[in-house]
């Protein structure tokens, strides 16, 4: 009886032994997604680190080849202009994240959420963090940036020195028209740019704005006084939404007519800092919901037509489209702004102005 005794305790040791075997070995089944994509960015940040300092580039993201070039071509320049900072990308939207883990619309690549990059940089104590918002306003997508600030500032996981907590500074590049001031900039920029095109008919910009539940900050009063600040240098500019109430394609041709431009020519571009979906779609896609009947377009009770994009709605309206400028190629107009150099300068002198933020300190004001 001892003996049998002796043996279950045996096999049962053997079992638990077995069992935290099997547990502590890198089985991806035992590990939560958190875990894994919080362990291959700290291993990338771990191998690239060089200096004490580092900049997390933060844009809402894409799937698109040409957006990546952009975004590529955008951190080999920060690397350039901040010499003594290490530099990384990051994406806001995990639609986008998983999309491209896939490999959808091209190669897979990994692009993670700001916190684990955060989290990363807190385990390997860089002494400065600057994190740069890539939005063009400051709106919805421009608020997951500061909270994902603010639970790193105030150590959400628990886990990072109080000490290194309470000295490192934190540091916020704001979006591209963050003031309005950011507006009348972009305006000179986007002219020097593409005024030839306002020379010879509209030149339309499509930006993305917030709906209003969503219009964080009042950000969308950004594209307003951008159109002024654009319509003071060459009234042929307009700019529109895919988002902003009272501000779609719709609003903008009424704007148009007021004006006096009913016929002519009509050239689109993506005020975005990327060329993804939306500019390759919405703007200057073939989707078309032209009422063949009627001979009109059917509005919504928002005050838009779906499924049309801004190319083909001005075509049906009678102006006149020139077919090369809805390309991505030499001449073309699907471009972001990060494909612009004067663009990207924008951006390079926020950061260069960013402002310090206390989020430890503001959750500890005795400290």
């Known amino acids: 009886m001892k003996k049998i005794k002796f043996l279950l305790i045996a096999m049962m040791a053997m079992m638990t032994t077995a069992v935290f075997t099997a547990c502590s070995d890198d089985d991806d089944d035992n590990v939560s997604n958190m875990e894994r994509y919080q362990k291959e960015v700290e291993k990338t940040v771990r191998k690239e ?6 900049i997390l580039l933060v844009a809402f993201g894409s799937t698109w080849q040409q957006a990546y070039d952009a975004f590529d071509l955008t951190r080999s320049e920060y690397a350039a202009q901040f010499p003594g900072y290490d530099v990384y990308l990051s994406f ?23 916190k684990y990059w955060l989290e990363a940089f807190g385990r390997v104590q860089y002494k400065e963090i600057v994190v740069q918002s890539m939005q063009v306003i400051p709106g919805e997508e421009f608020s997951r940036v500061v909270n994902a600030m603010k639970d790193f500032g105030n150590n959400s996981n628990g886990d990072l020195d109080d000490k290194y907590m309470s000295e490192v500074t934190l540091k916020l590049g704001m979006p591209l028209m963050y003031t309005e ?27 993305h704005g917030n709906p209003d539940e969503y219009d964080t900050y009042k950000a969308n009063v950004r594209y307003t006084q951008l159109e002024e600040k654009l319509q003071a240098i060459n009234p042929n500019y307009f700019v529109g939404t895919v988002d902003m109430m009272d501000n779609f394609k719709v609003q903008v041709h009424d704007r148009m007519v007021e004006k006096g ?10 005020l975005m800092s990327i060329a993804g979906d939306h500019a390759h779609n919405d703007m200057a896609g073939d989707d078309d919901a032209w009422d063949e009947e009627k001979g009109a377009f059917e509005v919504n009770e928002d005050g838009e037509v779906e499924d049309t994009s801004w190319k083909m709605y001005f075509s049906h309206l009678g102006y006149t489209i020139d077919a090369k400028a809805y390309t991505d190629g030499e001449g073309g107009l699907v471009k972001g702004l990060l494909e612009y150099k004067n663009i990207r300068n924008l951006y390079i002198n926020h950061t260069k102005n960013a402002e310090v933020v206390d989020f430890y300190h503001s959750m500890y004001p005795e400290e």
Do not use: H, W
């Open 49 to 54: 680190k060089k200096n004490d300092k580092a």
């Open 181 to 207: 001031e950011d507006a009348g900039k972009l305006a000179t920029q986007l002219d020097m740019n593409l005024k030839t095109y306002a020379q010879q008919g509209a030149m339309l910009f499509m930006g």
């Open 261 to 270: 431009l009913t016929t002519g020519k009509v050239f689109c571009f993506p």
């Open 92 to 114: 806001s939207s995990a639609i986008c994240i998983n999309r491209a883990m896939a490999g959808e619309n091209t190669g897979k690549r990994n692009f993670y959420e700001p």
